[in-house]
């Protein structure tokens, strides 16, 4: 029987990055076990997860991504009824009367022009959703177009049916949708909880950091033999071992791709819901967050995949560094070592309730007895062992 519940952690480390700032521009930190530690927020790790373009991208497994922005609405609602012939004042009432029944007026834009076709705040919204109302957009366009009253034709072709229809949609919420989740207040839009739970990455030892003072050299300035340099400033640059958690809730994924009750899960085809879980594991071990790409190459591979697959409730494996890590003689080493001790101890405590896979750049017999010889294995056999258990 498949497992209800996928956990992946990793461990990945960086050397002089920056990869997550906070408003004034340092980078994010969160004091964990009496020490502060560097940090990644769930929401850098999930939108780099996201819009990663490559052999295990999420945006080609064959369901459209959702479209997330302000201006969904006035892209592609609006626009292509004005390229479509439609009158441009009817296509902008059509199109703001249809966001303020679709999100509620409160979550629409105020103002006139065009702001008014914007929504406060980003939406999340799938291409059958975004298509069906264009649709319906069109309808009112067409009918004013031939003589109906405006507000009748409104009211005719937006009726009662519209949540059903919406609701019919085949994953009409997008694959990231699916995936992370979406909030709505709208009573016609479906509200989507993520299946996918990402925890905050932050480093198992204390937070290491420096400022890096630097110049820009003005090469003019310097061919006239004029002293100085155009530009200095400084940043902050950090180094971390990072440790990172995420959770599928496999039920909730099932129902959310293939748009069954939860508790029918185990009936619904799984196969995208397996495809899914093989592309995550790629795509936490090989995609990194970062910002000053182009100053800092914030690229790294994860040292340790560990994946579990069971029924109980999830557990997160941060407390193994609730004592931060000693950096010497090898960070890498004490933080396995740490890691395997402390999961040791829990199924000890609590029991082994769950299968694991680990894919290791290191000494393996470290995760001893806790992960065993046998079920350390390569990165692809680890994604295709998920693939596989959720399929069944």
């Not at 009158?87 to 007026?105: H, M, Q, W």
């Not at 291409?127 to 177009?145: Q, S, T």
């Not at 967050?289 to 999830?314: F, N, R, V």
């Amino acid at each position: 029987m498949p497992p209800k519940f996928l956990q992946i952690h990793f461990l990945t480390s960086y050397p002089a990055t920056l990869l997550n700032r906070d408003d004034a521009g340092f980078a994010k930190r969160l004091p964990f076990g009496g020490a502060t530690r560097l940090r990644v927020s769930s929401q850098c790790l999930k939108r780099h997860w996201r819009t990663h373009e490559g052999e295990h991208s999420l945006g080609n497994i064959g369901v459209d991504m959702s479209i997330r922005s302000r201006r969904t609405f006035e892209r592609f609602i609006f626009e292509p009824l004005v390229e479509a012939g439609y009158d441009e004042d009817i296509a902008a009432n059509a199109t703001s009367d249809l966001k303020d029944e679709v999100l509620g007026a409160r979550a629409g834009g105020d103002g006139e022009g065009r702001e008014r076709l914007r929504s406060h705040q980003v939406t999340v919204l799938g291409r059958p959703e975004v298509n069906y109302l264009r649709g319906v957009a069109e309808e009112i366009c067409e009918a004013v177009r031939e003589g109906a009253d405006y507000a009748d034709a409104l009211k005719t072709t937006f009726d009662g049916d519209a949540q059903a229809n919406l609701k019919a949609l085949d994953k009409a919420a997008g694959l990231d949708a699916a995936l992370f989740g979406r909030m709505v207040t709208s009573d016609i839009l479906a509200r989507g909880d993520a299946a996918v739970h990402v925890a905050h990455a932050i480093t198992v030892h204390e937070e290491d950091s420096e400022s890096d003072y630097f110049t820009a050299v003005d090469d003019l300035m310097q061919e006239a033999e004029e002293a100085g340099s155009g530009h200095i400033n400084s940043a902050e640059l950090t180094s971390g071992l990072f440790y990172g958690y995420l959770v599928v809730d496999v039920p909730l994924l099932v129902s959310n791709l293939e748009g069954c009750e939860r508790e029918e899960w185990l009936e619904a085809d799984r196969e995208m819901a397996g495809e899914i879980a093989e592309r995550l594991v790629h795509l936490v071990a090989k995609v990194s967050p970062g910002a000053k790409l182009g100053s800092t190459a914030p690229y790294a591979y994860a040292h340790l995949m560990l994946a579990e697959a069971g029924d109980e409730q999830p557990r997160t494996l941060a407390n193994a560094f609730m004592k931060p890590v000693e950096k010497r003689p090898d960070l890498i080493d004490n933080a396995l070592g740490a890691l395997g001790d402390y999961l040791s101890t829990v199924d000890g405590t609590y029991g082994r309730e769950s299968e694991r896979r680990a894919a290791v750049v290191a000494d393996p017999r470290l995760l001893e007895p806790a992960v065993g010889e046998d079920e350390v294995v390569a990165l692809d056999e680890l994604a295709g062992w998920l693939k596989s258990t959720v399929r069944g």
